[in-house]
C-alpha cells in the first residue's frame, strides 16, 4: 500500500519559517510535488522535485523564499519555507508518482498518482 505523511505545519508569525516533510512508503522511485490550497481557491503547485533530487522546480510566488529537497535514504522530501507571507496560508499537500525517467517531475496536479492528507500552515501578521 501506498502512503504519504505530511507533517511539519503549524502556526508562524510572518517572515518566520516552518519545515515540512513528506514521508513516501511503498512506492519507489518518485517524483514527488508540493501544492497547496488555501480555502476557496483551487490547488495550486508550489515545488517539485525528481528521484535523484538533481532538479527541482518552484512556483514564481515561491522561488527564493522555498526550498525542496529529499532524502531518498529515509523515504522523505523535505520543503523548506523561509520568510513566509501571510498569503501562504493553506493546507499543504504532497503528491508522488513513481517513474523510470530519473529527470521526470512534474508542475501538474493530475500527472501525480499518490496524496497525503494535507498539513495546515498559517501565516499570521
Known amino acids: 500500500q501506498v502512503h504519504l505523511v505530511e507533517s511539519g505545519g503549524g502556526s508562524v508569525q510572518a517572515g518566520g519559517s516552518l519545515r515540512l516533510s513528506c514521508v513516501v512508503s511503498?512506492?519507489?522511485?518518485?517524483?514527488v510535488g508540493w501544492f497547496r490550497q488555501a480555502p476557496g481557491k483551487e490547488r495550486e503547485f508550489v515545488a517539485a522535485i525528481n528521484y535523484s533530487g538533481g532538479s527541482t522546480d518552484y512556483a514564481n510566488s515561491v522561488k527564493g523564499r522555498f526550498s525542496i529537497s529529499r532524502d531518498n535514504a529515509k523515504d522523505t522530501v523535505y520543503l523548506q519555507m523561509n520568510s513566509l507571507k501571510t498569503e501562504d496560508t493553506a493546507v499543504y499537500f504532497c503528491?508522488?508518482?513513481?517513474?523510470?525517467?530519473?529527470?521526470?517531475?512534474?508542475?501538474?496536479?493530475?500527472?501525480?498518482?499518490?496524496w497525503g492528507q494535507g498539513t495546515q500552515v498559517t501565516v499570521s501578521s
Open positions: 511503498g512506492l519507489s522511485r518518485t517524483a
Open positions: 503528491a508522488a508518482r513513481s517513474t523510470s525517467r530519473g529527470r521526470w517531475y512534474s508542475t501538474s496536479r493530475s500527472d501525480y498518482s499518490y
